[in-house]
């Protein structure tokens, strides 16, 4: 489903089957993770929800699809940013009810916002990639999807800080865990906002 302007495709994507797809020009309401506000002017990003089966890596599958579509050295920061350069170019939202799980992908394609990234590729381009490539990691087994999202990885290896609901850790990000929980210093985290140091 091709749309002009829509508050969020993840709006108009919860209430399609799955296997369905939005794509739209602008977002009046677009957010990211936390409630964070995602904007850009008219026509510059691709903008599309995907309505997947729910699937426990799906952030991560969806990721790694995104980063492969972006190429262009696209790289991955945990848990749902694409990194052109080592800045934000663009991101991944999951939102899972019971019965399906509402993938949306916003990449900055010809205007980003100060300190962020643009890819300058054709939507078609890539919107034609991504799609392709989410239908092929949302089925790979999580083992694959792990493999291929620590390829990828801008974070690990790193030293990072991740804020939990206000509570600051520190250290070095080692690894992913089974579930795509982010291993620092030996403790797993499976939600937070990381920031690169």
Request: proline share 5%; hydrophobic share 45%.
């Given at each position: 489903?091709?749309?002009?302007?829509?508050?969020?495709?993840?709006?108009?994507?919860?209430?399609?089957a799955?296997?369905?797809?939005?794509?739209?020009d602008y977002?009046?309401?677009?957010?990211?993770?936390?409630?964070?506000?995602?904007?850009?002017?008219?026509?510059?990003a691709?903008?599309?929800?995907f309505?997947?089966?729910?699937?426990?890596?799906?952030?991560l599958a969806?990721?790694?699809?995104a980063a492969?579509?972006?190429?262009?050295?696209?790289?991955?920061?945990?848990?749902n940013?694409l990194?052109?350069?080592?800045?934000?170019?663009g991101?991944?939202?999951?939102?899972t009810?019971?019965?399906?799980?509402?993938?949306?992908?916003?990449?900055?394609l010809?205007?980003?916002?100060?300190?962020?990234?643009?890819?300058?590729?054709?939507?078609?381009?890539?919107f034609?990639?991504l799609?392709e490539?989410?239908?092929?990691?949302?089925a790979m087994p999580?083992?694959?999807?792990?493999?291929?999202?620590r390829?990828?990885?801008?974070?690990?290896?790193?030293?990072?800080r991740?804020?939990?609901s206000?509570?600051?850790?520190?250290?070095?990000?080692?690894?992913?865990?089974?579930?795509?929980?982010?291993?620092?210093?030996?403790?797993?985290?499976?939600?937070?906002?990381?920031?690169?140091?």
């Amino acid at each position: 489903m091709r749309l002009g302007t829509v508050t969020s495709t993840q709006d108009v994507a919860r209430d399609l089957a799955v296997g369905s797809i939005v794509v739209a020009d602008y977002q009046t309401g677009g957010r990211g993770r936390l409630e964070r506000r995602w904007i850009s002017p008219a026509g510059t990003a691709l903008l599309v929800s995907f309505v997947l089966q729910p699937n426990p890596l799906l952030s991560l599958a969806a990721g790694v699809a995104a980063a492969e579509a972006c190429g262009r050295g696209v790289r991955l920061k945990w848990p749902n940013d694409l990194l052109l350069d080592g800045r934000k170019v663009g991101g991944i939202l999951v939102e899972t009810t019971p019965e399906k799980a509402i993938c949306g992908v916003g990449v900055n394609l010809t205007w980003a916002p100060d300190g962020a990234a643009e890819l300058n590729l054709p939507r078609e381009e890539v919107f034609g990639r991504l799609s392709e490539r989410i239908s092929q990691w949302v089925a790979m087994p999580a083992h694959q999807v792990l493999a291929r999202w620590r390829q990828l990885s801008a974070t690990l290896g790193r030293r990072v800080r991740i804020d939990v609901s206000g509570r600051i850790t520190e250290g070095v990000a080692q690894d992913l865990g089974p579930r795509g929980e982010l291993i620092i210093d030996g403790v797993a985290f499976v939600a937070g906002s990381v920031t690169h140091l």
